[in-house]
């Protein structure tokens, strides 16, 4: 580069010399001269849109992966990257024109089944249902092309999530079994397989907690695994536990109205009628049209003999809301009244 700084190779073979080193602002830096040096130095613009991706910066990646496009609309490895950076910052159109675009480019008789289950995922997110459970399934029976268990996993659990969010539980829970065969450690698996025992008549709720629990031992700090055993434990009654784990999720998550409302719910149930008239307000104060909150609220006052304010709260909900829990809210005034 010193003899001549305008031979783009040279720049090239630099960048990728930082990126071996971590040295990735470097790295961006020497591709960028490549292939300003050479605007047609499609490896260069590849580089460059792969760091910008790292950095989360998907326009500028569009941007890169265009160019590389540009100059050679046959390199499927941009096109798949391409449809991943377009997913990413939620262009989900554009995504799916580029996963058809390198799925068309296959040779006859071979698989892809990474780009099945992206393409799957980003048709999901499109709400093309039926054309993204077919994909999730393409991947599913293509998935013995990839070589990692972890990545096979990856892919079964796709189809197991879209077959359980389009209501078949029943094809999707040996699935969800399978992903934890491949890879034992699959938190969001345990997690939906957790919530499907739970809702289920009746419900499973001991193979749930355990289900649950082994995801909160893997990540103490996981949202999901603590909302959820806050949820199993309270539907045991099991008051103590419940109010744990929902106070570690809206630790996590304090603007979470919804384990708020559980929460609450909790201390109702377990007679600690002041902390469930604490976080009841708390939860209407967050959310003034949070309606169950205020008759839930109302009903905690009863128990604490606080009428007065009891019919406060009914009284307002039936002025805003008249047709909400209507029989209820009017058998509560005349009870407080």
């Not at 990545?151 to 077959?163: D, E, F, G, R, S």
């Amino acid at each position: 580069i010193q003899i001549k700084s305008d031979f783009s190779p040279s720049q090239y073979n630099m960048g990728l010399a930082y990126l071996r080193l971590g040295r990735d602002k470097d790295a961006l830096a020497s591709f960028r001269t490549a292939r300003t040096v050479n605007p047609q130095y499609e490896k260069a613009y590849l580089e460059e849109a792969r760091l910008l991706v790292k950095r989360e910066d998907y326009s500028g990646a569009i941007s890169a992966y265009t160019n590389v496009i540009r100059i050679n609309n046959t390199n499927d490895d941009a096109l798949r990257e391409l449809g991943s950076a377009y997913y990413l910052a939620g262009k989900y159109a554009s995504s799916e024109d580029c996963f058809r675009k390198a799925l068309a480019l296959l040779r006859p008789g071979e698989d892809d089944p990474v780009t099945y289950y992206n393409l799957s995922t980003t048709l999901y997110a499109e709400n093309k249902v039926s054309d993204a459970v077919s994909y999730a399934k393409k991947a599913y029976d293509t998935k013995d092309v990839v070589k990692s268990p972890a990545a096979q996993a990856n892919i079964v659990y796709n189809y197991a999530l879209i077959l359980d969010q389009t209501g078949k539980t029943e094809q999707s829970i040996p699935l969800y079994s399978e992903v934890l065969r491949l890879n034992p450690d699959h938190i969001k698996t345990k997690i939906n397989l957790g919530v499907m025992y739970m809702n289920m008549n009746p419900p499973e709720t001991d193979t749930a907690l355990q289900l649950f629990t082994q995801a909160y031992t893997q990540d103490k700090n996981n949202f999901e695994a603590n909302n959820n055993l806050g949820s199993a434990y309270l539907q045991k009654k099991d008051y103590k536990n419940a109010v744990l784990y929902f106070q570690n999720a809206l630790r996590l998550e304090p603007k979470n109205n919804a384990v708020r409302s559980n929460l609450a719910q909790t201390y109702a149930g377990d007679g600690q009628f002041d902390n469930a008239k604490t976080t009841y307000l708390d939860l209407v104060k967050q959310d003034p049209q949070a309606w169950d909150g205020y008759v839930e609220l109302a009903k905690v006052c009863m128990s604490l003999n606080d009428n007065a304010s009891a019919e406060k709260y009914l009284v307002y909900v039936q002025s805003k809301q008249p047709d909400f829990r209507k029989d209820e809210v009017s058998s509560l005034l005349s009870a407080v009244k």
